[in-house]
């Protein structure tokens, strides 16, 4: 098993930076890959990648909520949605994404597709 990046990532891109074993791959939003990817063959499931994300999109794959429970402005990035998104990454470089869709204070939202999209990412 390894971690995985769910639909609620933003592409803040903190996460990259601290994986000791660099399997954090930022996708490619032009190309539909709207997250940024999890190496499943290269990740060591250390855990360091999970406090990085100001958006809580990092799991463990067998820890990914099938019902996660949404606070008001927070936003899913994926397929489909077309919402627009600016700020500034942990970087200082501009993130801008029309992918996004805002959710509602308590909604519940399935974040386990992320686990087959990252396998086939990867493939
Ligand atoms: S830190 Fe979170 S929002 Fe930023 S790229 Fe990583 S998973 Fe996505
Ligand atoms: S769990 Fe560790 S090895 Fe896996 S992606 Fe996160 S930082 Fe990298």
């Given at each position: 098993?390894t ?9 803040d ?12 791959n ?17 990740c ?45 990454s ?30 086939k990412?990867?493939?």
């Open positions: 098993m971690h995985v990046i769910t639909s609620l990532c933003l592409r891109n903190g996460c990259s930076s601290v994986c000791p074993v660099e399997c954090i930022p996708g490619n939003p032009a190309e539909g890959w709207f997250t940024y990817y999890i190496d499943p063959s290269t060591i499931d250390c855990g360091a990648c999970v406090p990085e994300c100001p958006f809580h999109a990092i799991y463990p794959a067998d820890e990914t909520p099938k019902a996660y429970k949404a606070q008001s402005g927070e936003l899913i990035n994926a397929a489909g949605l077309t919402g627009h998104y600016e700020a500034t942990h970087n200082g470089e501009a993130v801008r994404l029309d992918s996004t869709r805002a959710l509602a204070a308590g909604e519940e939202i399935d974040l386990t597709p992320a686990i087959v999209l990252n396998e990412f990867y493939k």
